[in-house]
């Protein structure tokens, strides 16, 4: 499968962003699919997932603030960013694998197919 990320952009404190992430492959809903994140000289941290039973997970830092959710028809996973922080600013990933069970979803590494990324920037 190819992932395509957008949607990042340049918000003030307390804005919103709505990333994309359209994937090829006609079985897009049998994978699990991950947001992460990446700053300046930190390592990329897990951010949100969605798995193909279509439960979700978030890291602490964004719950009640990010959504993700899926349209198996589009194949497309959103995350949608609302009250963001500086701290939020990072190239964001998305990423998917049809085989990660639960204990490794917000582990990089499990997945095999990744976007390209794009930059959320929070201006204080």
């Known amino acids: 499968v190819q992932l395509q990320a957008s949607g990042g952009g340049l918000v003030q404190t307390g804005g919103s962003l709505r990333l994309s992430c359209a994937a090829s492959?006609?079985?897009?809903?049998?994978?699990?699919i991950g947001w992460f994140r990446q700053a300046p000289g930190k390592e990329r941290e897990f951010v949100a997932a969605?798995?193909?039973?279509?439960?979700?997970y978030y890291t602490d830092s964004v719950k009640g603030r990010f959504t993700i959710s899926r349209d198996n028809a589009k194949n497309t996973v959103y995350l949608q960013m609302n009250s963001l922080k500086p701290e939020d600013t990072a190239v964001y990933y998305c990423?998917?694998?049809?085989?990660?069970?639960?204990?490794?979803?917000?582990?990089?590494?499990?997945?095999?197919?990744w976007g390209q990324g794009t930059q959320v920037t929070v201006s204080s």
């Open positions: 990423a998917a694998d049809p085989n990660i069970i639960l204990s490794a979803l917000r582990l990089p590494s499990q997945y095999d197919y």
């Open positions: 969605s798995r193909r039973g279509g439960f979700t």
């Open positions: 492959g006609r079985t897009f809903s049998s994978y699990n």
